[in-house]
């Protein structure tokens, strides 16, 4: 099966695809990290889908799922500049507010420290939303003393 989908537009078709998708979350859920590598290569060279158009893609939000979830930091590292880089828009997107979920459970706390910095000052202008009271909560798991201080802070103050 890998071998079918090494063509790079392969992939990148299946994580587009409803059915598709499901094949690549098994792929990667089943099989060592160290052979995921044409995944990863995949995501990160595609020409008109970036790694923050996948994450707010419908099937390819569960693929940058899996990908934080089963690869290796050093496979992870640049999906995760992407996605930092991106922070506001996927924070405000159904799909992609659960990539950032996935990034505040498996990122380093550098990388919840960008996404609690990148939440401030606008916290409570969205608050009411869902995607944004779900990421908050997993800051307040996931996250370092200081960063939770600063999120409590923040809404206690406004």
Same mark, same amino acid.
């Given at each position: 099966?890998?071998?079918? $989908?090494? #063509?790079?537009?392969? @992939?990148?078709?299946?994580?587009?695809?409803? *059915?598709?998708? &499901?094949?690549?979350?098994?792929?990667?859920?089943?099989? /060592?990290?160290?052979? &995921?590598?044409?995944?990863?290569?995949?995501?990160?060279?595609?020409?008109?889908?970036? @790694?923050?158009?996948?994450? &707010?893609?419908?099937?390819?939000?569960? @693929?940058?799922?899996?990908?934080?979830?089963?690869?290796?930091?050093?496979? +992870?590292? #640049?999906? &995760?500049?992407?996605?930092?880089?991106?922070?506001?828009? %996927?924070?405000?997107?159904? *799909?992609?507010?659960?990539?950032?979920?996935?990034? $505040? /459970?498996?990122?380093? #706390?550098?990388?919840? /420290?960008?996404?609690?910095?990148? %939440?401030?000052?606008?916290?409570? +202008?969205?608050? *009411?939303?869902?995607?944004?009271?779900?990421?908050?909560?997993?800051?307040?798991?996931?996250?370092?003393?200081?960063? +939770?201080?600063?999120?409590?802070?923040?809404?206690?103050?406004?």
């Amino acid at each position: 099966i890998i071998e079918e $989908l090494t #063509p790079r537009s392969c @992939v990148i078709r299946c994580i587009k695809d409803q *059915y598709g998708c &499901l094949v690549m979350d098994t792929i990667i859920e089943l099989i /060592e990290p160290q052979r &995921l590598q044409f995944v990863v290569d995949a995501i990160l060279s595609s020409p008109s889908d970036s @790694v923050a158009s996948l994450s &707010l893609h419908e099937y390819g939000s569960w @693929v940058i799922q899996h990908v934080l979830e089963h690869c290796t930091e050093q496979q +992870k590292r #640049p999906v &995760l500049k992407q996605l930092l880089g991106n922070v506001p828009t %996927l924070v405000m997107d159904q *799909y992609g507010s659960f990539v950032i979920e996935r990034v $505040l /459970e498996h990122g380093r #706390p550098e990388d919840r /420290e960008r996404i609690v910095r990148s %939440l401030q000052g606008d916290i409570m +202008k969205h608050i *009411y939303r869902k995607a944004i009271c779900s990421i908050i909560e997993k800051c307040l798991i996931f996250g370092t003393t200081e960063q +939770k201080n600063a999120l409590i802070d923040q809404v206690c103050a406004e």
